[in-house]
């Protein structure tokens, strides 16, 4: 089970990110992914979650600094919060953070 604390940080850097990032909506990415701009989150997300066992809490889809990026949040098994960070055009993994 999720702590309130855990939860709270979650809630709160995803509030934060969207301050300097611009999200990008279901539709826009279907229509990115269909015209191969973008590489499947679900081709991500599986090799996220082989590498690191948990649960997916969140993904977004952003354009950050002129780049599409997808940004992943897992709770682990482990109970700490990871954060990753991949280029969304080229599935390049750009980021690794640990947030609790």
Do not use: K, W
């Not at 780049?67 to 098994?77: A, K, M, Q, T």
């Amino acid at each position: 089970m999720t702590s309130p604390r855990v939860l709270a940080a979650v809630l709160l850097a995803g509030a934060m990110a969207a301050v300097f990032a611009d999200d990008i909506g279901h539709e826009a990415a279907r229509r990115l992914r269909q015209e191969g701009r973008i590489v499947p989150l679900g081709d991500i997300l599986a090799d996220v979650t082989a590498r690191h066992p948990g649960r997916v809490i969140e993904t977004e889809l952003e354009r950050d600094d002129g780049r599409y990026v997808y940004e992943i949040e897992l709770l682990g098994d482990d109970g700490h919060v990871y954060e990753f960070e991949f280029d969304a055009a080229s599935g390049e993994r750009l980021g690794f953070e640990r947030e609790h």
